[in-house]
């Protein structure tokens, strides 16, 4: 390595996550929220809780999954904009879909790694109410949509091919729905996610029946999907969404759910980390993404996985936590499975989700990488972990994991 | 009298709560009332209006849970305005809330159908009574008790606006209302509120006196008990009755039990029971009587359909066909049902003309004959017994009869087609009492009950013992009164031309089930054309009295072209009848067409291609190609793609930022999934009538509506310019071929589904075009066509076909039979398959 090189080296550390509480789409309380005020409102918490001067931060960079309509026309630079930040903080969208968030955070890491910035904000949003999947103008490829059909698949049918593929009964999805959601309200009820919500003020203004405005406002600040009346009776009689010729298995209740959000982490050098008085809380240790068919890219993260552990010289004994996001429960099962029948690895599944995951609690698509992220530093230093894996299968045929490496 | 806009229903049973869901199709205001259950709650509980309501709540359920719906579009069951009252009124000192009953201050007719108790039923009329203003009219649904009875206890001046109205259950599609005057309810008030069940609630009314059971009933219970011990005291089994007494001699096909099924045996006996309760002591009451059997259904609670077996069960075993098994009237014991074969049946069948049919089967000498000489014989002189007890006239009971109980013919229509004296020997023969009318009918020089002469029907008074004239109401159109005097212009095997008078002309279809063949179509053709070119002509109607409008294109004739392998010939066809569809829209008169009842595929695409379509209330229209493996292609897909952007701005059409995809995918799901209308209000949901077209209640006076309607159009018509069509292309093409590749790997359509679909979905949008492009409609008829012959010749399409007419194998090989064609019998190999099914 010669010396030029050497010199943009640079030790690069997360200082600071937040996020709002994650609502349910489309009757949840962020159903009229736009998805640019949540991440202002994230943008504007980080700065105030961490006090930083705000002419230092660089670049703002946000995933998204869909990102237009209400999160488009880069919808980082207008949140930046919107959050009353200097005009001076330039903003830039990013996509690779359900990892989009975490995505924004590696490029953030790596480019004040190469030394381009010093200080950066980073991380994801989505509004599923406001703009639904396959976004507000479904277009696909012709070429694709004639010859290769399967390319644009829903999530749900993808699940179920997984559930047929590794023989996932319907019975095991609906369990490990159940204990997602028994999980994630016991986090709930221990309050493990306060430190890390910001309480946003909802606003909504509507006509009652003889047409008087009617204004309600109201504070989010509690994840509001998980449902405490979930049981494993209730479970079995959802009927499949997906598959409806009576084979299948994927239903609402062991899919992940559709939700609205945003969450974004402060990262810079560690020598500006030390110069403003903020303590590391993670470090980068290594990040992939890798591809497969479409129409099972519920697999994705199991190469992804297996790459990561191999570049960082790890093993899954190594890893403390493990963020997997939970698509669908088909999904994840077929996960644990092939990575144990063809890679070998053995997933700890007392390490997995500890505080539950997006069937209980949601997937805000876009925002997801950046809130798993988030949720994942906060339960390791809880348990004074060492690695956190944060990893999701992506649409389209994807996977992508990554390693974070604590610090105290 | 004011008119009336809002009704308030007293009682949310089984029939108030749908004769308020019927009130609300009508476009009335309705307050559905009834009691508080203050046996349920405490005070601090009825504090809860949900509590209060929760009789009306619970009847409102029951009544959006049943199927057909009473509903026309299932939202207007938020319409109607609910609450409740206190049965007695001295409870609800120092409570907070109000009775309801008070709001029927507001409204302009009380429809009383609470529980026929008459305690029950005075009380309520009391309280009604204090609240009500003096020009409300007020009426009871009660079956059962004397209408005189229940206005003792209204003052004088409600005892003129009294009446009974009795709806037949499911009031929205039982077509007939019995309004039964008591002595002192007022004439303006009768005429009004027939006329107002007339136009605005669709129904037939009829007059009826205030005896026990009063027309229908009275006529008709009596023969049903009689088909039943007659059945026990020869020894008929009850497959053999339902055979005899169904679609033989013109009743519904549900005959005489499977209709006390539907209908509910625990209700027929207490209405059997009642009846008896209720009559003097004469020899007809002797005889109405159940049999010991029907009683032991009862207590079995073998009720009928709702309790899942009566007089039939039927047994479904997963993965197996169900099975329908018969009891047996000694045993009490279900057997599989056995169908009876009666070569008479059988040779009957082939008379298409009831009367005739009915004359051929009683006429006979075997065990259906027999039985119809104990049975129809004795209704009919039951009839002419007590006819001048339950009605003003003999109209009124055959009237009763066909609307009420769906019989073709009327008692009285019988007598006639059998012949007066005919059956006044077969009465004598089977020492049945002859009913002195029949004796002075057979007096007279007509020997009849009516007869018609230079387009005027006349019938015999059963008062004065004289003929009067038989008045169509005004405002209802009889076609073939027009033409039994002459006002046919053209006529075929399948459709007429004829004049309505006024310069308005009337197409109408006449073959089996209104199909469209050859002969309609050139029909249509002539249609256009002589009313294009006779000044006398101002516009035309497309319209029939039959029981439905059309069935859709003729199944069979293109079925049997095809396997003529004459595939040209299929698609002149289909030319033909896009080119007189095209034709009738583009001629220089309006065009009203006057759809009901069931409005398949060309049915539907004649309504389509009219200016205006004026609509039967119960019309049950779909383009329903898909369900036989075609598509829409006389001109109806067309039609759907034009009226899918008809409100988007021209300019708006072919703007980037325009988005098609949700509108046409509706288009697509209407076509594709052949959604058929469960109403009118539902064809204009589904995009196959336009807001715009007008709804007719009564569908007796459809004809006569759209006459006015042409009349209206041809003051300032202008026929419509040529349209032009946006086809979308590729990027629309390429959305909704990825969406069908979801729904198939989903299940949610069939393989073959998806080659159907998509060759509507390159109809809808011409496929690989790069850019939206205007076309003229001739460029979408012939991709309909294009389409339409692809999925013609595909060996699943015929399979389809052939489950869908019921031909046996056999019957497709003689309509494929003698011909040459080479590919022939490989396509009946193919069908073996499906024709099995």
Redesign the interface.
């Known amino acids: 390595m010669n010396k030029d090189q050497r010199n943009l080296l640079k030790d690069v550390v997360i200082v600071a996550g937040y996020r709002t509480a994650i609502g349910k789409a489309n009757r949840g309380v962020f159903k009229n929220t736009r998805p640019d005020d949540l991440a202002a409102h994230v943008f504007k918490g980080i700065v105030e809780s961490t006090g930083i001067d705000p002419y230092t931060v660089e670049d703002v960079r946000l995933g998204c999954s869909f990102p237009e309509s209400e999160q488009g026309m880069d919808v980082a630079r207008v949140a930046v904009l919107r959050a009353g930040l200097p005009v001076e903080i330039p903003g830039a969208t990013i996509n690779r879909f359900c990892s989009s968030g975490l995505q924004a955070i590696v490029d953030k890491i790596t480019d004040i790694a190469v030394g381009l910035e010093t200080v950066a904000i980073a991380g994801g949003v989505e509004s599923m109410s406001m703009v639904p999947m396959g976004g507000?103008?479904?277009?696909?490829?012709?070429y694709l949509?004639?010859e290769q059909?399967?390319t644009?698949?829903?999530m749900?049918?993808g699940a179920e091919v997984l559930a047929k593929q590794d023989s996932s009964t319907r019975e095991e999805q609906d369990e490990f729905a159940f204990h997602s959601h028994q999980k994630a309200l016991k986090a709930l009820e221990e309050n493990k996610f306060k430190s890390e919500i910001l309480p946003y003020p909802v606003r909504n203004v509507s006509l009652d029946v003889s047409g008087n405005r009617v204004v309600e406002e109201s504070e989010a600040k509690i994840d509001e999907c998980p449902r405490k009346d979930t049981s494993l009776e209730v479970l079995a009689q959802l009927p499949p969404v997906?598959?409806?010729?009576?084979?299948?298995t994927v239903t609402a209740g062991n899919s992940s759910q559709k939700s609205d959000g945003a969450a974004a982490v402060l990262i810079m050098t560690l020598d500006e980390a030390e110069r403003t008085g903020l303590e590391p809380l993670a470090r980068l240790v290594t990040y992939k993404v890798t591809g497969v068919s479409p129409e099972i890219f519920g697999i994705g993260p199991v190469n992804a996985i297996d790459r990561a552990l191999r570049s960082a010289h790890l093993t899954m004994d190594d890893i403390d936590l493990i963020e997997l996001n939970e698509a669908f429960a088909s999904q994840v099962i077929s996960v644990i499975k092939r990575l144990k029948s063809e890679k070998g690895i053995e997933m700890p599944l007392d390490r997995l989700n500890v505080n539950g995951g997006a069937i209980a609690l949601g997937h805000p698509l876009g925002c997801t990488g950046a809130y798993l992220t988030i949720k994942g530093i906060n339960e390791a230093r809880r348990r004074n972990s060492q690695y956190l894996m944060v990893t999701m299968c992506i649409g389209l045929g994807m996977g992508a994991a990554a390693i974070f490496k604590l610090l105290y | 009298m004011t008119s009336i806009r809002k009704v308030g229903v007293l009682g949310a049973g089984v029939m108030g709560s749908q004769i308020a869901a019927h009130l609300v199709n009508a476009g009335c205001d309705v307050l559905l009332l009834d009691v508080i259950p203050d046996w349920e709650f405490d005070s601090d509980e009825l504090e809860d209006a949900a509590n209060r309501n929760s009789l009306v709540l619970k009847g409102l359920a029951m009544a959006k849970s049943l199927n057909p719906t009473p509903f026309a579009l299932s939202e207007f069951a938020k319409l109607i305005e609910i609450g409740s009252f206190s049965d007695s009124r001295e409870k609800l000192e120092n409570v907070e809330w109000n009775d309801d009953l008070e709001k029927l201050k507001d409204v302009d007719w009380v429809i009383e159908a609470v529980v026929e108790k008459v305690d029950i039923k005075h009380k309520l009329f009391r309280q009604v009574a204090d609240i009500v203003s003096p020009d409300t009219i007020i009426s009871s649904n009660t079956s059962g008790i004397p209408l005189v009875t229940l206005a003792q206890v209204l003052p004088d001046d409600l005892r003129k606006n009294f009446l009974g109205t009795h709806f037949f259950n499911p009031p929205r599609y039982q077509a007939i209302v019995e309004m039964i005057p008591t002595n002192e309810t007022s004439k303006e008030v009768l005429a009004y509120i027939s006329d107002f069940c007339d136009q605005r609630l669709g129904k037939t009314v009829v007059i009826a006196h205030d005896v026990p059971g009063f027309i229908a009933n009275r006529i008709a219970i009596p023969g049903v008990v009689k088909n039943i011990s007659a059945m026990i005291e020869d020894g008929y089994s009850i497959e053999e009755v339902d055979t005899i007494t169904g679609k033989a001699i013109g009743w519904p096909k549900s005959a005489t039990f499977r209709t006390l099924d539907v209908v509910g045996i625990d209700i027929v006996a207490s209405v059997v029971n009642n009846l008896h309760e209720a009559l003097p002591d004469d020899f007809y009451k002797e005889t109405l009587v159940l049999p010991e059997f029907v009683n032991q259904l009862v207590a079995n609670g073998w009720i009928g359909q709702k309790a899942g077996k009566g007089f039939y069960e039927k047994i479904k075993r997963e993965g197996q066909k169900s099975k329908i098994l018969a009891v047996d009237p000694q045993t009490l014991e279900y057997h599989p049902r056995k169908k009876p074969k009666f070569k008479s049946i059988k040779q009957g069948k082939k008379i298409i003309d009831t009367a005739q049919r009915i004359k051929f089967l009683i006429n006979g000498e075997d065990r259906v004959a027999s039985y119809l000489q104990k049975t129809l014989l004795s209704t009919l002189s039951h009839a002419a017994e007590y006819v001048s007890e339950v009605a003003d006239d003999i109209v009124a009971v055959d009237l009763s009869m066909k609307k009420g109980f769906l019989w073709e013919l009327g008692p009285f229509e019988i007598w006639d087609a059998l012949g007066v004296s005919e059956v006044v020997k077969l009465l004598e023969k089977n020492k049945q009492p002859v009913p002195a009318l029949a004796n002075d009918v057979l007096k007279t020089k007509r020997k009849s009950f009516y007869f018609s002469e230079n387009g005027t029907t006349y019938f015999f008074g059963c008062n004065n013992r004289q003929y009067e004239k038989l008045n169509r109401p005004e405002g209802v159109i009889i076609l073939k009164d027009l033409k039994d005097t002459g006002h046919v212009i053209e006529e075929n095997s399948e459709a007429s031309l004829i004049d309505m008078r006024d310069g308005v002309w009337c197409l109408e279809f006449h073959s089996k089930m209104n199909t469209i063949g050859l002969d309609a179509i050139s029909m249509m053709y002539t249609a256009a054309e002589e009313a294009s070119t006779n000044d006398a002509c101002k516009g035309l109607v497309i319209g029939n009295n039959g029981e439905h409008f059309s069935a859709g294109a003729n199944l069979k004739l293109i079925v049997k072209t095809l396997l003529e392998g004459k595939e040209d010939k299929v698609e002149r066809f289909l030319k033909e009848f896009q080119d007189a569809n095209m034709a009738l829209k583009y001629m220089p008169k309006p065009v009203v067409a006057a759809p009901f009842g069931v409005t398949f595929g060309g049915g539907s695409e004649v309504c389509l291609h009219a200016d205006m379509v004026c609509a039967a209330h119960e019309t049950y229209m779909g383009l329903v190609e898909v369900a036989v493996g075609l598509i829409p292609a006389g001109g109806g897909t067309k039609e759907m793609l034009l009226r899918t952007f008809e409100n988007v701005p021209h300019d708006l059409g072919l703007k980037r930022e325009f988005?098609p995809?949700p509108f046409i995918q509706r288009t697509l799901m209407t076509i594709g999934m052949a959604k058929v209308s469960t109403s009118a209000f539902e064809a204009k949901e589904l995009g196959y009538l336009r807001e715009s077209d007008v709804i007719v209640m009564n569908k007796d006076r459809l004809i006569a509506e759209a006459k006015q309607l042409v009349l209206t159009l041809s003051r300032n018509y202008q026929p419509p310019r040529q349209q032009s069509v946006i086809l979308y292309g590729?990027?629309l093409?390429?959305?909704l071929?990825?969406g069908l590749?979801?729904m198939r790997?989903?299940?949610?359509i069939g393989e073959y589904d998806e080659v159907i679909a998509t060759q509507i979905v390159k109809v809808l949008t011409g496929g690989?075009l790069s850019e939206p492009e205007r076309v003229s409609e001739q460029v979408v008829l012939d991709r309909e066509r294009e389409a339409m012959m692809f999925l013609a010749t595909q060996d699943q399409t015929l399979e389809r076909i052939a489950n869908r007419i019921g031909k046996s194998i056999k019957s497709l090989k003689m309509l494929g039979l003698g011909l040459k064609a080479k590919n022939t019998l490989s396509r009946l190999n193919v069908l073996k398959k499906g024709g099995r099914k």
Not at chain 1, 136 to 142: E, K, M, Q, V
Not at chain 1, 242 to 248: L, N, Q
């Open positions: 507000t103008r479904y277009a696909p490829n012709p949509a004639k059909e399967e644009y698949t829903s749900g049918l997906f598959k409806i010729d009576g084979t299948g | 988005d995809l590729e990027r093409y390429s959305a071929k990825s590749y979801l790997e989903g299940g949610v690989d």
